[in-house]
């Protein structure tokens, strides 16, 4: 497969944007946090000419320690994100752990993600693609480029070609990741449009702390680097107080922080 398709038809009243963003906080905590975010990072999407999607887990199964937060309780959390929907009209992504958890979440949400460690959990991968949404696979921190075109490969052949693949960094030692910005067009040459993940890539996993750390300071470097490099998108967590958050702390940008980024991809957008 060659030739990367236009992800702009696969949103409504995408057709004249430039960028695509998929922002919001990590993980669903309440109403509150995600329509803050969701309402500020809208109106700067539009404002700079961007396609905004909403992201925010609904659960988190990948945490360092047992104790680790994990959610607010799926029911509650895809009730919350409906309501995000509903109220700001912005289209919904969020990750699936499980082959039992597709469904539930497909009937919320408008991009259904695949977590980097999972991506090459063939049932996993399939059952997204049968559930006709679009799917965005984060590339595992484990996987080459050319290894993730293949997980895609599994999606598509459930005859859904709507599918994002998602550069996150690859693992540097123990505790550190690197981003090898090649990722971009060599997985674009595959026939997939790119997503640059600026938030996830700065991470510092496997610590001796238990949990995630990580270098918010180099989010709008990566966020711009993947610009320059024809990325199709950009992911970013972003919360309203991200100190205070109970996942990825360390690594989301504040909506203001966000805001102050947008016009800096843009600019480099149309640089290229």
Known sequence: MTGTPDWRAWFPGAEKASLLLIAGPCVVES??????????????????????????????????????????????ALNILSQVRQNFGVPLLTDVHETTEVSAAAQVVDVVQIPAFLARQTALLQAAGYAGKIVNIKKGQFMSPEAALFAAEKVAMTGNRRI??????????????????????????????????????????????????????????????????????IFME???????????????????????????????????
């Open 31 to 76: 109403y509150d946090i995600c329509a803050r975010t969701a309402e500020a990072l809208q109106e700067a999407c539009a404002k700079e000419g961007f396609y905004y999607v909403f992201k925010a887990s609904y659960r988190k199964a990948n945490r360092t320690r047992g104790t680790s937060f994990q959610g607010i309780g799926d029911e509650a």
């Open 164 to 233: 994002f693949l998602t550069e996150r960094g690859t693992f540097f030692g123990y505790s550190d990741l690197v981003v090898d910005f090649r990722s971009v067009p060599r997985m674009q040459a595959g026939g997939y449009p790119v997503i640059l993940d600026a938030t996830h890539a700065v991470q510092q996993p496997n610590t001796g702390a238990g949990q995630t750390l990580g270098e918010r300071a180099f989010v709008p470097l990566y966020a711009q680097l993947g610009v320059v490099a024809g990325a199709d998108g």
């Open 238 to 272: 972003v919360h309203p107080e991200p100190a205070a958050s109970p996942s990825d702390a360390a690594t989301m940008l504040s909506i203001e922080e966000a805001r102050a980024l947008l016009p800096r991809l843009r600019r480099l957008y149309e640089a290229r």
